[in-house]
């Protein structure tokens, strides 16, 4: 085991490009969440949340559609390439996945999945504590790879990120607004922090511990959204904002508490809510073209099954903040991705 660790060290302090700190190796990366990271466990559901179909992956390896709601890459496939681990990180339930994609990382998100169990029944998707359960499975399989000791080696080492929340507030508050019978806002982003503590916790208990969690997005301000709940000029649709601050707010509170009180821990809250904000509110500055629609169809309201090959796209993705009307380009990514990495990298690891 100590030859594999030493030869790991050596490979990804020559193929990383961020500087990792020093004695520090990631063997793995390992997602849990929703769309913005689901990288095509949703393709064989049986739900309309799926894109395992052009004009999705038009930038991704020669214009192959994956199940990635995205034209090219997505945040973990960023996170993988950038820390020199491999090229892009796949789904749990790719039907192709070999032996050694397993030691490296893998991720169980599914698009449009939540914190609120509610969430993933509405779409028959899959919910964090099914995802819980394919890691359990996903641990035993790497037991039989490569032994009980370079498991937990894996398991304490590797990067954990976790993404969810914005379908909750999006779909399941505001749009279905079937929680808004029972909650208003500030009980409801306190079931959602409830129910991601214990998640976390779950994790934690499982042998993470380098556990990065996503804030949730300015929601409000995504095409779709603005379309829904923007009025007639489309603006920023403010409800849904608060509702992400104020469990954004939370969320970074509860984190702080079990990274306090979970021992060798780093469990670390990541604010995207407002690096995505600027991209939005400053887009000319980046260099984009279009913000308030994405780059499939109209681009107002096209996502998942809406956005299929009869939809014209724009020519350059790269040019529109939105790739259809609910997730960022690649482009984005890669800008979020920078600039996450640049802030919490040591703090993570």
Same mark, same amino acid.
């Given at each position: 085991m100590v030859f594999f660790i030493v030869l790991l060290a050596l490979w990804q302090t020559a193929s990383a490009l961020v500087k990792l700190p020093p004695n520090v190796t990631v063997p793995a990366v390992i997602g849990f969440g929703d769309s913005i990271i689901d990288p095509g466990n949703n393709n064989d559901l049986k739900t309309l949340v799926k894109c395992n179909f052009p004009p999705y992956g038009k930038d991704f390896q020669g214009g192959h559609p994956t199940g990635r709601f995205c034209d090219g890459k997505i945040p973990t496939d960023l996170l993988v390439e950038e820390l020199g681990i491999k090229e892009f990180l796949p789904a749990y339930l790719d039907p192709n996945l070999k032996p050694s994609d397993l030691v490296t990382g893998v991720c169980f998100a599914s698009g449009a999945t939540g914190y609120d169990p509610l969430t993933p029944k509405i779409t028959s998707v899959i919910p964090l504590?099914? @995802?819980?359960?394919?890691?359990?499975?996903? !641990?035993?399989?790497?037991?039989?790879?490569?032994?009980?000791?370079?498991? #937990?080696? !894996? $398991?304490?080492?590797?990067?954990?990120?976790?993404?969810? /929340?914005? *379908?909750?507030?999006? #779909?399941?508050?505001?749009?279905?607004?079937?929680?808004? &019978?029972?909650? *208003? =806002?500030? +009980?409801?982003?306190?079931?959602?922090?409830?129910? +991601?503590?214990?998640? =976390?916790?779950?994790?934690? /208990? &499982?042998?993470?511990?380098? !556990?990065?969690?996503?804030? +949730?997005?300015? !929601?409000?301000?995504?095409?779709? @959204?603005?379309?829904?709940? /923007?009025? %007639?000029?489309?603006?920023?649709?403010?409800?849904?904002?608060? +509702?992400?601050?104020?469990?954004?707010?939370? $969320?970074?509170?509860?984190? *702080?508490?079990?990274? @306090?009180?979970?021992?060798?821990?780093? =469990?670390?809250? =990541? *604010?995207?809510?407002?690096? &995505? %904000?600027?991209?939005? %509110?400053?887009?000319q500055k980046y260099g984009y073209k279009v913000v308030d629609r994405g780059c499939c169809g109209t681009g107002k309201l096209e996502v998942a099954v809406l956005c299929n090959p009869l939809d014209a796209t724009c020519p350059d993705a790269s040019q529109y903040v939105f790739w259809d009307s609910y997730h960022p380009t690649e482009s984005v990514y890669r800008v979020l991705i920078q600039q996450v990495l640049d802030k919490y990298i040591d703090k993570l690891l």
């Amino acid at each position: 085991m100590v030859f594999f660790i030493v030869l790991l060290a050596l490979w990804q302090t020559a193929s990383a490009l961020v500087k990792l700190p020093p004695n520090v190796t990631v063997p793995a990366v390992i997602g849990f969440g929703d769309s913005i990271i689901d990288p095509g466990n949703n393709n064989d559901l049986k739900t309309l949340v799926k894109c395992n179909f052009p004009p999705y992956g038009k930038d991704f390896q020669g214009g192959h559609p994956t199940g990635r709601f995205c034209d090219g890459k997505i945040p973990t496939d960023l996170l993988v390439e950038e820390l020199g681990i491999k090229e892009f990180l796949p789904a749990y339930l790719d039907p192709n996945l070999k032996p050694s994609d397993l030691v490296t990382g893998v991720c169980f998100a599914s698009g449009a999945t939540g914190y609120d169990p509610l969430t993933p029944k509405i779409t028959s998707v899959i919910p964090l504590s099914e @995802q819980i359960e394919m890691f359990k499975e996903y !641990i035993g399989k790497l037991k039989q790879i490569v032994g009980e000791e370079q498991t #937990n080696f !894996i $398991l304490e080492n590797s990067l954990f990120l976790v993404v969810a /929340g914005s *379908d909750d507030i999006a #779909n399941t508050y505001f749009v279905a607004r079937v929680r808004q &019978l029972q909650y *208003d =806002i500030p +009980a409801y982003t306190d079931l959602m922090v409830n129910s +991601a503590s214990n998640f =976390i916790k779950e994790l934690y /208990g &499982l042998g993470a511990r380098k !556990i990065g969690v996503l804030s +949730a997005p300015p !929601i409000g301000c995504v095409p779709s @959204q603005r379309t829904l709940g /923007g009025g %007639l000029e489309r603006e920023c649709a403010e409800d849904y904002n608060y +509702a992400a601050k104020m469990f954004n707010s939370k $969320l970074s509170k509860e984190l *702080d508490s079990l990274h @306090q009180n979970s021992p060798n821990s780093r =469990i670390v809250y =990541i *604010d995207v809510y407002n690096p &995505l %904000l600027d991209i939005i %509110l400053n887009y000319q500055k980046y260099g984009y073209k279009v913000v308030d629609r994405g780059c499939c169809g109209t681009g107002k309201l096209e996502v998942a099954v809406l956005c299929n090959p009869l939809d014209a796209t724009c020519p350059d993705a790269s040019q529109y903040v939105f790739w259809d009307s609910y997730h960022p380009t690649e482009s984005v990514y890669r800008v979020l991705i920078q600039q996450v990495l640049d802030k919490y990298i040591d703090k993570l690891l």
